[in-house]
């Protein structure tokens, strides 16, 4: 069984860094795309960051500009997003989000989701 667990996420102040990470099982990162998405109050869900495994390459949301880095640790089945120079647009519920076909977010939706976790950027 697939499963995904945020964590990492509460309140921080414009400007400030958040590391989120994912804790993965049921499934290895050799074999599967996993990546963020984020839903801010209001708003629909959108793509944040995500490793494709086909291609071992990382994709970013524009509105990232080099804020965010993402990384994993495939020893540990876990995935990261480092989050820097958060503003308080940035607020929202970040997911992660696995799938088995490999690709990356843009080609198709992701299958296995998380529960998420909040993060609040003040202004």
């Known amino acids: 069984e697939v499963q995904l667990v945020e964590s990492g996420g509460g309140l921080v102040q414009a400007g400030g860094s958040v590391r989120l990470s994912c804790a993965a099982s049921?499934?290895?990162?050799?074999?599967?795309?996993i990546g963020w998405y984020r839903r801010a109050p209001g708003k629909e869900r959108e793509r944040v960051s995500c490793?494709?495994?086909?291609?071992?390459?990382?994709y970013y949301a524009h509105f990232v500009e080099a804020r965010f880095t993402i990384s994993s640790d495939n020893a540990k089945n876990t995935l990261y997003l480092q989050m820097n120079d958060l503003k308080p647009e940035d607020t929202a519920i970040y997911y992660c989000?696995?799938?088995?076909?490999?690709?990356?977010?843009?080609?198709?939706?992701?299958?296995?989701w998380g529960q998420g976790t909040l993060v609040t950027v003040s202004s």
């Open positions: 989000a696995a799938d088995p076909r490999g690709g990356s977010f843009y080609e198709y939706e992701y299958t296995y």
């Open positions: 049921g499934f290895s990162f050799d074999d599967y795309a």
């Open positions: 490793i494709s495994s086909s291609d071992r390459h990382s």
